[in-house]
């Protein structure tokens, strides 16, 4: 099974000293043993300001086994419908589109997403499949 794997499992992992890092780290291990573990270029690019050059974004993920696929078209109008509805019903503003992109990413691909955020995701997304 294919999984996406949120920003905040590969900050904890590449972040020294974080709280998360040894959790998330067998959580990424264990998502590589049962499929590809994807991320999109929102993704990508909210990891980029941790490396001081392009090459070692995309080698340090290589190296964790992690795949860059190309955002889904599908998933836009998904991404935005569920903005839209936060908004709509108060939604707090710290929560920003690619947090919405990143689950309907998930969604289009028919993949699960790891993350830590999981009652977010399962608020907004009934239908996405988390990872354990």
Known sequence: MTTVVDTCILLDILLEGSAHGDASAARLASALTS????????IAAELAPLFS???GLWSTLATAGVELRPYPRGAIYVAGQA???HRRGGGRRERILPDFMIAAHAIAADA??????????????PKLRLAR
């Open 35 to 42: 499929g590809p573990v994807i991320l999109n270029e929102i």
């Open 112 to 125: 699960r997403l790891l993350t830590r955020d999981r009652g977010f995701y399962r608020k907004h997304f």
């Open 83 to 85: 903005f839209l509805q």
């Open 53 to 55: 050059d392009e090459a």
